[in-house]
């Protein structure tokens, strides 16, 4: 149980060195966020570090890199569920769901579906998800965690397709890969990375 536990800090501990630092960017609906931790998760849970009263971007400026990871574990992993998940894909869906709350396990059930399985788009892990990702693990266990990353990198390509401000997270300046689709790459085999002519292709639409 100790080295599960420690293997879980050791997930949460590499996403807020992956997250980095304070920013505050106009074009990320997150707002103002420090080691992947936003203004509007630190409001939702009441982190209030000045004392104030008013939980501002101040707040945000003071949290601690072990508080992040205290957060991640208990409203990232440990309460959605996705501690009974398979553990083929505990490290990238707790990742994605610090960059995208329920949508991770929205891209979850939608694979579950394809799939096969007959599962609720919800956004949220139950007994009918948990059962229906055994399953499919079942199924295909050295390839689940492949088909949920590739999922999770058409999504962030949707989000870019959709929104022009958004482009600039999953395509760098110089025309390669932005650090949505190298986050999403992380956790898929290196056979399922797109090339530089495949990447480029994908993203020709976006001028």
């Not at 104030?52 to 003071?62: F, L, P, Y």
């Not at 110089?174 to 085999?189: P, T």
């Amino acid at each position: 149980m100790a080295a599960i536990q420690n293997g879980i800090r050791h997930m949460a501990e590499e996403i807020v060195a992956r997250e980095g630092g304070y920013v505050n960017d106009p074009d990320d609906p997150g707002g103002a966020t420090k080691y992947g931790v936003t203004i509007h998760t630190m409001r939702r849970l009441g982190i209030d570090l000045d004392g104030n009263g008013k939980i501002t971007a101040e707040d945000v400026k003071r949290l601690s890199r072990n508080k992040a990871v205290e957060i991640f574990l208990q409203h990232y992993f440990l309460s959605p569920r996705i501690a009974e998940l398979p553990s083929v894909l505990h490290e990238t869906v707790f990742d994605m769901y610090v960059n995208a709350g329920g949508n991770a396990v929205k891209i979850l059930q939608r694979l579950l579906r394809e799939m096969g399985e007959d599962v609720s788009v919800d956004g949220a892990i139950g007994p009918q998800t948990i059962a229906a990702c055994a399953r499919a693990n079942a199924k295909a266990p050295d390839h689940i965690a492949d088909a949920y990353g590739i999922a999770r990198r058409n999504y962030y390509f949707n989000i870019a397709d959709r929104r022009p401000a958004s482009r600039k997270y999953a395509r760098t300046r110089a025309g390669g890969k932005g650090g949505w689709i190298k986050r999403a790459e992380e956790f898929i085999s290196k056979r399922y990375h797109l090339s530089d002519a495949q990447f480029a292709q994908r993203v020709s639409s976006w001028g």
